[in-house]
Each structure stands twice: as C-alpha cells, then as structure tokens.
DNA sequence: TTGTATGCGTTATCAA
DNA sequence: TTGATAACGCATACAA
C-alpha cells in the first residue's frame, strides 16, 4: 500500500521547497521554467492529486452540498437527486445525501452534521413531522450561519431562502380539469394531510377546478392519508363507501391503489371511473392501465435547486441578498387511466 | 450573520489557550473543575460544534463513505442507499452519493473525485461498460491508495476485496423452478448482456433448472437487452416471435414488459403466460397483476455493505487482511402474475 | 493546572 | 527565481 502523494513528499524528493512545488503546479510565472516543468512531470507521472480536505480547509469551502430527503420510496425524489449530481458534477461539486425518514430529530440532525463543516450549503425538502410542526429553527440556523439553503417541492413561506417547486395548485387544477373534460362529475381526491404543503395547495386547486366548473364541494370526497404504510387500506375503505366517477391522487402510490381498488369491486378504469395521480414515475408509466399523471419533473427541480444553491455559494459575498422561487411548469401526460365517458 | 464558532474565539473570549479549550471540551482530567466547567458553560451556550473538516484533516479520516451506484431508476439501488446511509448514520459516516451512469469515464473520474480525501471508502457497484471494457485498474488503485473498497451487485472476481451479492445462480433457479411447478414447460428468459456479472449468472440459473427437470435448453429462448431505452421494443418483437407459457426476466422493467406485451397480443397472464421477475420493488408490489418475483433484499445488501466497510475503516492496522464475500439470501415472493396451470 | 509548539496538506504573503 | 512563514481549525506531546 502506497500512501497518497503530498506536496510535502514532491519537495523532498526533487530537493526543493513545498512553496515552490505548489507554485509550480498552479502554473505560477514566479517559478523558473525549467524547475516548472520538472515538477509538473513529477507530478504528473506519479499522479499528484491534491487533497480535498485541506483545500476545504483552507478555503473555507467542501465543494459539496448536502441535500436532505424526507422519504426514498417516491421515486420523485430519486429524480431530484439525479438532477442535484448531474448539475453538481457538472460544476465541480460533490453530492451528501441524507434521509430524514419524515422525522424532525433526524433532519435536524443531519443538517447539523452537515453543517460543521461537511457541506457548503444545503438542498432540502421538508419532514412530514416537520411540517406538522412547524418548527423551522434549524433551517434559519444555517441560514444565519452563511450556508445557503434551497428549499424544493415541500417548502415553507416563513423561511427566506431560494425555492424550487411547482404550481401545485395549478397542477391539480389540471389533473381536476382534466378529468371533468372526459365527464367526470363526482370526482374524489386522495390527499395527504393538511400540514404538508403540496396536499394543502393540491387540494385547494381541487377545489378551485369545481368551483369554476360550478360543482358542488363534497368534503366527504376528500381522504387525507398519513402513513404510506396504511394507505391501501384506507383507500378501499374509502372508496368502497363512496360513488365516483373520476379519482384524483396526489402521488403515483395513491393513484395505483385506487385503480386497484376499483377494479377488485368490478369497477372498470377507465370505462367506469377516470383515475389521475401526480408525479410521473415508473409507477405511472409502466402501470396497466397506464396512468395519467401531472407530470412533476423532479430531474428539473434538482437541477434547478443546484444551479440556484451553486449560483448563491459561488457569488461574491458583496453582491446584494435576494431570494428566488423557481417555478417548474407541470405537464398533464395522458395515458390509459382516464377516458372519455361520452 | 454569525460565523461559526472556533476554539480560538472560546480560548479569546474566555482568555485561556486553545489547547485548554480543546482538552476542557473533550473532558481531559488534565483542566481544572472551575475552568472546565466555565469552558463547556460557553461552549453549550453559543452551542459549539467542532468543524468537521479540520477534524478529518487531522484525523486524516473523513467519517464519509462514498458510494457509487450506475443508475437510479431501479428501484433496488435506492434502496441499498437507503441500506448503507442507515447503518453509516447510526455510525456516525456520512454518505457521499455519485452516479456512474453506467459510463466506465464517470466511474473513474467519481472515484478520483472522492479518493482526494473526500471518503474514507467505497461501497460500489460496477457501471455497464466497466464490465465490458474489464478494466478495473481504478478499483486496484483505490484499495492499493489503503482505501478499502466493496463491490456489491455487479461485481467481478479479479478484484481482491469485500463483496456483498446475492446467489444469483440459486435465485434463478427459484424462479425458473417456480415456474416449471406451476406448470410452464417452455420458458423464455428475459436478461441483460452477458458481461454483466449478474446477467450471466442468472443465466446459468435458468439453464441448470432447466437441466434438472430434462427440460431442453433452447438457445432462441433467451433475450439479452443492452440498453434499458429499448427494451420495451425489443421485448415485444421477442415474445411476438416465441411461443411460450413462461417468462422469466432479470429486473421488474423487463418483467412488466413483457405482462404488457402479452397482454397486448391477447394472451392472459397467468392464465396462459406466468412471469416471474427479480428484484423486488414498488413496481412489481403494485403492479396489476401483481409480479410475482425473486426478492433480493435491497436495504440489506446495503447495510451489510457499510458493515463492511465500516469494519475494515475501524480496524487497527496491524489486524490481518482477508475479505468476505457475504451473500444475502433471495427470497420468492409469490403473487398473481404466476399460477398452475392444472 | 495551564500553555506552547507542532503537524495534518494547502496556499498566499513576503523576504531572500 | 526560490523559499520561509503563517494561516485554515483542531488535537496532542511536552514544557512551564
């Protein structure tokens, strides 16, 4: 085992100074030509690499951002990731990821792991336990620390920081929208809790659709799910006690047991009932029926969340605070799930 | 903003030394009560966290493992993220994630990146085309530089380190039993190209299943998909052309491909058609049917895998070299997408 | 009981 | 043109 090559090591080896050998490397004038050249042979034939940790150290910057994950079953934010290190790589940065598991202890945590030091900045969206919460110190902690935070998909107004999300209202109004549009009247949604932000604003542009549409609001056409674990459950429970003719989920899970639900009570999807779900995932696509979605693109909202956190850590410090929200548009992919009744 | 606090501005504030700092932090009997005492008072307060980078620098450890992973739509791979970062947070690592995309130059230049003193390790799992190419020069580097390496998944024999893989020879021959149970006497098998190690050995599985039951082995029977873009055409050419009772393909993608092109060619699955994929994931768990399959124990694989490496980065030096191979037991999850045919 | 000096690997400043 | 020195933040052997 051969230990890694130092500055330190290349001085002593060519008899010159550890000052004259990094001089050399960077490619400095001040050194004479032919100890330069001498040098960066050296170097590059027993392939010199210098070490990250004293650079960060000496820089004051790790060259890596840490993004925080509340769940890694959605394969939305897998995509987010995608999009994070593509970008990330990209400009010469490396990616930390850490779950949170929707619990608040562990995002608090991590971040302060990844706050001494590990990280120049951080991408995040939030715990579900956080949300209900409401407790936000942590994010303005590193925010007042000078670590740079983009918020993405579930995010929180109180904070003032660079966000990433879509219209969720609008995206839902789509998805409702749509399925009127093949002749959906009773329509059900399946939401998850009020405190996490998407299933709020989703739910609100539910609302919003009918109401434009001068359809009655049935507050008992509403299921808000907590757990990922109960969720089939509670969908059949659900929806064997209700008549629809049109189901919109807010994410792909929720979308698929609700055709699968439907179709064990001999219902037909899409003949008897339109289902749309959020989120274009495998799920969706490679599903039969093939489920319509609103498309969320995450590989864009982590490029976005990169560019944006990379932009904030590479400007010079005197240039004016300001904060953006990047909204990614949605799309409506219409597959198989949703069908015209007429 | 505030910037971080450092011993140095305790030791200013304060006015004693660093070095009494340090050792009054770490509880060294060596300080005096009061002074002690005072020193964490402070410290607590304005809630002092040692910089990470600055530790490792000294240390000459990181407390990160890197792990590099070839793609991210399979669902099994985020799950043996998932696997690694839970053991790793529990022992106090943090989780570098970078993504070769199956590209052989990504893979080595994601390895240069992080060898630099980013991580202390890597939990790895080979790009496509760096089975292809055989070209492990970078692996060989990285263990020979003392940075302890191991392969999981797709791994290769060549490189002397540990390994945690599943018996991918015996899980085929699960499936492919399993289907000759239910009844299937021609079964074609769905798998990727040959160089990738697992496509091979579950290869071997499907032949010696075959050849226990005096099944003849049909050469025409066997699909091998290079890329995942095309599979979906690819599939449906493939079985368009064979007649068969049985599927056994070697990731839940291709096993949905196939239920779909069987159903698209009228064919009822299971009732004329059993399939049987591997790996089990959200897609087969909620597929309709539901897809029968080999599981393969993602979040396992992965929390052996920082085991391991967590192991060897925490052993004394002087202990002897020697590596593990751990497999992690398959299992048969039974579903719809497989039935008797009596 | 406390403080000084040294080093981890770099780079930047300044002196030779 | 080259080299010595200090600094980044911390820990520790050793001196006071």
């Known amino acids: 085992m051969k230990p890694k090559l130092t500055l330190k090591k290349i001085a002593k080896e060519l008899d010159v100074s550890i000052s004259t050998v990094s001089k050399a490397l960077r490619d400095s004038p001040e050194i004479g030509e032919e100890t330069r050249e001498k040098i960066k042979a050296f170097a590059k034939h027993y392939n010199y690499k210098p070490n990250n940790i004293a650079l960060s150290l000496k820089n004051r910057k790790t060259k890596t951002i840490g993004i925080i994950i509340p769940e890694i079953v959605h394969h939305f934010f897998t995509t987010v990731i995608s999009g994070v290190e593509k970008v990330a790589n990209e400009m010469g940065y490396n990616v930390l990821v850490c779950l949170s598991d929707n619990s608040f202890d562990k995002e608090v945590l991590n971040m302060e792991m990844l706050a001494n030091g590990s990280t120049d900045g951080f991408i995040l969206s939030l715990a579900k336990e956080t949300m209900q919460k ?3 110190h942590h994010l303005q902690e590193a925010i ?11 995010v929180v107004d109180s904070i003032a920081c660079d966000k990433v999300i879509i219209d969720d209202v609008a995206g839902a109004k789509k998805a409702v929208q749509h399925l009127l ?9 399946i939401s998850t809790v009020d405190y996490v932000s998407v299933g709020k604003l989703r739910t609100k542009g539910y609302k919003e659709a009918l109401e434009e549409n001068d359809i009655e609001f049935d507050e008992n056409l509403i299921l808000k799910i907590e757990e990922m674990e109960d969720s089939e459950k509670e969908i059949e429970e659900f929806l064997s006690n209700c008549e629809v003719d049109g189901v919109f989920a807010v994410n792909e899970h929720f979308a698929i047991s609700a055709v699968k639900t439907l179709q064990e009570s001999g219902k037909k999807v899409p003949q008897d ?7 274009d995932g495998e799920l969706s696509k490679r599903f039969i029926p093939g489920l319509t979605t609103v498309s969320q693109h995450g590989m864009r909202i982590g490029e976005e969340s990169a560019r944006l956190l990379i932009e904030k850590l590479e ?6 605070d300001y904060y953006k929200t990047i909204i990614v548009e949605t799309g409506l992919v219409v597959r198989d799930s949703t069908k015209s009744k007429k």
Do not use: H, K, W
């Open 273 to 279: 009932v339109s289902v749309i779900g959020f989120t």
């Open 144 to 154: 007042n620390q000078g670590m740079p935070l983009v918020l993405f998909d579930r």
């Open 134 to 136: 409401g407790d936000y």
């Open 181 to 189: 549009d093949v002749g959906c009247r009773r329509i059900a949604m």
């Open 315 to 320: 400007r010079t410090p005197t240039e004016e």
